[in-house]
Nanobody, 124 residues
Framework: EVQLQASGGGLAQAGGSLRLSCAAS????????IGWFRQAPGKEREGVSC????????YYADSVKGRFTISSDNAKNTVYLQMNSLKPEDTAVYYC?????????????????WGQGTLVTVSS
């Protein structure tokens, strides 16, 4: 059974940091790209970041470049999203997703499996 377990959300102050984790199981981790998406209240879900486990290549949305860092621990089948310099506009439910052959990492339908969300709230 494929599972993606996102965790690490919580409350942070503006300028603070949080680290999200996405623990994967039930598929060959190295064959997949893992992406992070977020959905703020009343807004569409948007792609935030992605990492390809095979070669470590990464993608970041312009809104998080320089503040967020994605990394992968292939031995633990876990992807992390380190979020620094948080802003109130980063408040959202964050989801991780897995996909094979991802070409457009910010596009939802490129991903086959989705985890449950973890809520990040940034206060001003």
């Amino acid at each position: 059974e494929v599972q993606l377990q996102a965790s690490g959300g919580g409350l942070a102050q503006a300028g603070g940091s949080l680290r999200l984790s996405c623990a994967a199981s039930g598929f060959t981790f190295d064959d997949y790209a893992i992406g992070w998406f977020r959905q703020a209240p009343g807004k569409e879900r948007e792609g935030v970041s992605c990492i390809r486990s095979s070669d470590g290549s990464t993608y970041y949305a312009d809104s998080v470049k320089g503040r967020f860092t994605i990394s992968s621990d292939n031995a633990k089948n876990t992807v992390y999203l380190q979020m620094n310099s948080l802003k109130p506009e980063d408040t959202a439910v964050y989801y991780c997703a897995a996909g094979q052959g991802v070409i457009r990492p910010s596009v939802e339908y490129e991903y086959h499996y989705w985890g449950q969300g973890t809520l990040v709230t940034v206060s001003s």
